[in-house]
């Protein structure tokens, strides 16, 4: 990452941890991750409570939740993690506006509306755009006042798209490092190298908003939609190459991207 954000003790002794546990617990399962099975997902989720993620996003300043929600999305973590990083709850929730997911999995939902227990909502399932989370559109529910700041969490939103984003890039530079053709690293010829660059740029301007300047939260979050999209099929096309890219998790990062774009849009 580009955009120099300077960090203390605590986050980076939560970081070193967290990312520990990701190694550990989570990113062997590779682009499989959409195969795990539900109570492994639990299981999961229940670790990082423990690892006090969710309390330190609670309890932290803003700085130091989006960059820890940009960890999360760039791990590509459960659906029901990601959700409840974005309140900083350590409990299951799902949210969104007009769509949610994990509703399987979650004990509350939160919209712009207000805060409900899953069994005080109606809803209907649709085809998901990511395979590992469920998704439904909301019919009615009976909601009640919350303290939730729902602008807070399309900011975090918003940081988890920039962290699927990141991902992705970082294998789009590595690949472009090593793939031979024509005698030397596609990386080296202009039209990948510029797409490359141009993506990174874009990726970083959205940070800055959000990490310097974080008003007008959905906006920021079309911007980081609109970016995060624009890079990730960018690096499917770069990857196009080797022809199996199905065997990355690059497609799953979209669909994620797709999929918080769905529960986000109002």
């Known amino acids: 990452m580009l955009l120099d954000v300077e960090t203390n ?23 499989k991750k959409h195969e ?21 996003i609670r309890e932290t300043g803003l700085t130091n939740a989006l960059l820890l929600n940009e960890i999360i999305g760039e791990n590509l973590l459960p659906g029901i993690v990601a959700f409840s990083s974005m309140l900083g709850v350590d409990y299951p929730v799902s949210v969104g506006v007009n769509y949610v997911a ?6 509350i939902i939160v919209t712009p509306k207000g805060i409900s227990n899953k069994n005080d909502v109606n809803v209907e399932e649709i085809e998901s755009p990511d395979p590992s989370v469920r998704v439904y559109r909301i019919v009615e529910g009976k909601w009640r006042k919350s303290d939730v700041d729902f ?3 399309t900011l975090l939103a918003s940081a988890q798209i920039i962290g699927h984003a990141t991902a992705v890039l970082k294998e789009t530079v590595e690949y472009s490092k090593n793939r031979i053709a024509f005698g030397k690293p596609i990386g080296s010829y202009q039209a990948i190298k510029h797409r490359i660059v141009d993506d990174a740029l874009g990726i970083e301007l959205v940070r800055s908003r959000y990490l310097v300047n974080p008003t007008n939260p959905e906006r920021i979050f079309r911007h980081a939609y609109k970016k995060a999209f624009k890079a990730i099929l960018n690096s499917i096309q770069s990857h196009g190459g080797i022809g199996f890219t199905a065997d990355l998790d690059l497609h799953l990062h979209l669909k994620r991207v797709i999929l918080l774009g769905k529960l986000f849009q109002q």
Do not use: H, P
């Open 36 to 56: 795990v099975s539900r109570d492994k997902i639990m299981e999961v989720f229940n670790k990082v409570k423990d690892l006090g993620i969710f309390q330190f």
């Open 9 to 31: 003790e605590d986050l980076e002794l939560v970081k070193n941890s967290f990312n520990e546990f990701l190694s550990r617990e989570w990113n062997k399962y590779g682009a």
């Open 102 to 107: 994990e509703i399987d999995k979650a004990e």
């Open 151 to 153: 602008n807070k969490v």
